[in-house]
């Protein structure tokens, strides 16, 4: 499974941004999907993940409340809406793909097994 992802942007505080993953060369179904985010001299942090099948969600703390991760329409894809963005949102985003990953692990990026290249969001104050 090919993962790719984009919609990352410059935005000033308070705006929004929707980023989307779509996969290729196999379907979502059956998988956990998740973003994480990486800033610069900073570890990789988990911001959200959904169930394909179930469509359950979960966020990170520091996003709670202002980002939706959504199974888009479209086939394959899954967005992220990001709302009320601050500029410690600034990061590399990556979405995630990977089989049987129980709910408590979603939150570590080691049991995902696809990665997309990264889309650049920057918030400025």
């Known amino acids: 499974v090919q993962l790719q992802a984009s919609g990352g942007g410059l935005v000033q505080a308070g705006g929004s941004l929707r980023l989307s993953c779509t996969a290729s060369g196999g379907t979502f179904r059956n998988y956990v999907v998740g973003w994480f985010r990486q800033a610069p001299g900073k570890e990789r942090e988990f911001v959200a993940a959904i169930k394909w099948n179930s469509r359950h969600t979960r966020y990170g703390d520091s996003v709670k409340g202002r980002f939706t991760i959504s199974r888009d329409n479209a086939e394959n894809t899954v967005a992220l809406q990001m709302n009320s963005l601050k500029p410690e949102d600034t990061a590399v985003y990556y979405c995630?793909?990977?089989?049987?990953?129980?709910?408590?692990?979603?939150?570590?990026?080691?049991?995902?097994?696809?990665w997309g290249q990264g889309t650049q969001v920057t918030v400025s104050s």
């Open positions: 995630a793909a990977g089989r049987s990953i129980i709910t408590s692990a979603q939150t570590m990026a080691a049991q995902y097994d696809y």
